[in-house]
Nanobody
């Protein structure tokens, strides 16, 4: 089993950057693909980015692939999401998840509690 905790959210102006972190516990962290999702009020949870268990493959939602970067460090059991050129529509709760590689929530088994990202215009 994997327990994940997100951090790094906050308030930022449009055009700014934030770096989200996900700390995972559990000896089997390195065998899981990791993903970031987000959910804005009144909307469904949305895929943001994913990374394979070794970090060799990354994939992104089309609207974010030029602005966001996902990385992982299996030695430190961490995953990061670097977000640049943030827009007000990026405002959401961001979730980290561990599971099988994929861009749908059902592919992931373990979820954090989320971290709020608010982008002001």
């Amino acid at each position: 089993q994997v327990h994940v905790v997100e951090s790094g959210g906050g308030l930022v102006q449009a055009g700014g950057s934030l770096r989200l972190s996900c700390a995972a516990s559990g000896r089997t962290f390195s065998i899981y693909a990791m993903g970031w999702f987000r959910q804005a009020p009144g909307k469904e949870r949305e895929f943001v980015a994913g990374i394979s268990w070794r970090g060799g493959s990354t994939f992104y939602a089309d609207s974010m692939k030029d602005r966001f970067t996902i990385t992982r460090d299996n030695d430190k059991n961490t995953v990061h999401l670097q977000m640049n050129s943030l827009k007000p529509e990026d405002t959401a709760v961001y979730y980290c998840a561990a599971g099988r590689i994929g861009n749908i929530p059902q592919a992931y088994d373990y979820w954090g509690q989320g971290t709020q990202v608010t982008v002001s215009s």
